[in-house]
């Protein structure tokens, strides 16, 4: 049992004696570890030691920030395996995917912000004007589980770049690589206070965060529901917030594009981390006379990802992060059957061979989804894909459009003019047109229920400044 028992505050790991939340490991369902169910004092205190330290750190040189993300970046690689163990443990992403993912990421995106900082514009002239970007301030980060220190990075790397200040919210259920993060940054220069990171619960810990006065912006990523409070409690005294939420992805198959490649690039996604990413594709749009051929390519996809133990070097789908999340996707593909859609493959039972105190699900395909069942409007966050029939282009491209989240899509077309035509009716944050690969210095966010602001790169930076200019 891993002892987390302790926050980190001002620069020291404080212990903690109160209550504690226990970590499951998602291939087996054993207790890992134990963090902190931090009382809302805990949380005072790291504001306090954020705002006291925001006067110098927004004052700090970029030199200075630079060398502390030299640093960081150079800890995120030593300790590579260490990460990625850990979350292919908690989360149950495959310990290849994860090496790559959890654990790569985190350093790529590191990486990014290194890059970009010697020549970002913090000084620029309009006319008669200096106009200056300032650090924003406190900035509360609250994170989820799926990619548990990649959503953190995405976060603190920009907001310390930037000059502010840190307080981390970590998930309760994934959160032990956010101690080892806390852990590299106690080994470089940072100041005190600077970063700090309080564990426990969203209505407690969470809740005092993003009600803090001293707290001027909430960066947050998670669910739509969660998203919502934080909305409502930031417009009270106007922080600064930036959402990044839940998704209900199409991918739009048009009639000339190659159909094999395009189920097989949109399960393969849907899949990835068991579904448990905000950008799967869930939905697959194609037209009504491929719509039985697409199921058959969909099953055939799906039978090669055979749930397993996510440690082994060969397993391609794990278990899911919690037995909260397991029921809560079985009860989905069951609310499937009852919808009337065809179940392609998969099903509710739980899969052979696997442990069965892990968090696993069959993974599933529906077929002939009606557009507004709950099953294609709502985001089940697990190994489950919709697949739905249409008639026209302007009919895909409005069932496309027709849910409230916009955080996603792919178009495929043999016609690389048409796909991206129809990629720019979709009002979402991201489309991949024709299979195009992720890139880390894109912008990355959502329309509509999806969220507000933008994560990676320059965008990701900008959401932490503020914006002054000087009249001269
Ligand atoms: P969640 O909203 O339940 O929890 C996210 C974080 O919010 C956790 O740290 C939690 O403790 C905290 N929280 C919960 N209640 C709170 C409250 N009342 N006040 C303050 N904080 C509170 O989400 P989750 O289940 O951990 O994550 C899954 C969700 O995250 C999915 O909907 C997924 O789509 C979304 N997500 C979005 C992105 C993106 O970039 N758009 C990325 C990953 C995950």
């Known amino acids: 049992m891993n002892d987390l028992s302790k926050n980190y505050i001002n620069g020291e790991w404080v212990a903690w004696s109160g209550e504690t939340i226990d970590v499951h490991e998602s291939g087996t369902g054993e207790a890992i570890a134990r963090v902190p169910a931090s009382g809302r004092e805990e949380m005072e205190r790291a504001v306090a030691a954020a705002d006291a330290a925001f006067e110098s750190w927004s004052e700090s040189t970029l030199e200075q920030r630079i060398k502390v993300l030299e640093q960081l970046h150079a800890g995120l690689k030593e300790r590579a395996p260490e990460i990625a163990e850990t ?31 010697p020549d970002f514009p913090f000084n620029e002239q309009s006319g008669n004007s200096e106009v200056q970007y300032a650090p924003v301030g406190v900035v509360g980060c609250i994170t989820p589980w799926n990619y548990p220190l990649h959503q953190v990075i995405l976060k603190i790397v920009p907001a310390i770049a930037a000059g502010c200040t840190v307080v981390l919210k970590p998930s309760e259920i994934a959160p032990q690589s956010a101690y080892i993060l806390a852990d590299i940054l106690d080994g470089t220069d940072l100041p005190k206070g600077v970063f700090n ?64 490649a395009a189920v097989k690039g949109t399960v393969n996604n849907c899949l990835l981390n068991s579904g448990q990413t905000c950008t799967a594709l869930t939905r697959l749009l194609v037209p009504a006379d491929k719509h039985d051929e697409a199921c058959e390519l969909a099953s055939a996809a799906v039978a090669k990802m055979t749930p397993g133990n996510p440690l082994e070097e060969t397993t391609r789908l794990g278990p899911l992060a919690s037995g909260q999340q397991r029921d809560r996707v079985i009860d989905y593909i069951k609310l499937g059957i009852e919808e009337g859609a065809t179940l392609v493959t998969g099903g509710p039972e739980a899969p052979e061979g696997c442990n069965p105190g892990g968090f696993f699900v069959r993974p599933t395909v529906f077929g002939n989804v009606k557009p507004d069942s709950r099953i294609a409007q709502e985001e089940i966050f697990g190994p489950v894909l919709c697949v739905i029939p249409y008639t026209d282009e302007a009919e895909a491209i409005r069932i496309a459009n027709g849910t409230p989240y916009g955080l996603s899509g792919a178009v495929w077309s043999a016609d690389g003019d048409r796909a991206k035509r129809v990629a720019g009716k979709l009002r979402t944050g991201q489309v991949f047109v024709n299979g195009g690969a992720f890139n880390p210095v894109a912008p990355f966010g959502g329309f509509g229920h999806s969220g507000i602001g933008r994560e990676f790169g320059k965008w990701g930076l900008e959401e932490f400044l503020e914006i002054r200019s000087l009249q001269l």
Do not use: N, W
């Open 197 to 260: 990171l309080v564990c426990g619960h969203g209505h407690t810990v969470g809740d005092t965060l993003i009600k803090h006065p001293d707290v001027r912006m909430v960066s947050f990523t998670g669910s739509t529901r969660t998203g919502h409070l934080i909305a409502h409690a930031a417009a009270d005294d106007f922080k600064r917030i930036a959402l990044e939420m839940g998704g209900k992805s199409a991918s739009v198959v048009l009639p000339d594009a190659d159909l094999a």
């Open 87 to 117: 979350v292919c443990r908690e989360v149950g992403m495959p310990i290849k995917l994860a090496t790559a993912i959890q654990a790569g990421m985190p350093a790529t995106v590191t990486k990014t912000y290194l890059k970009m900082l």
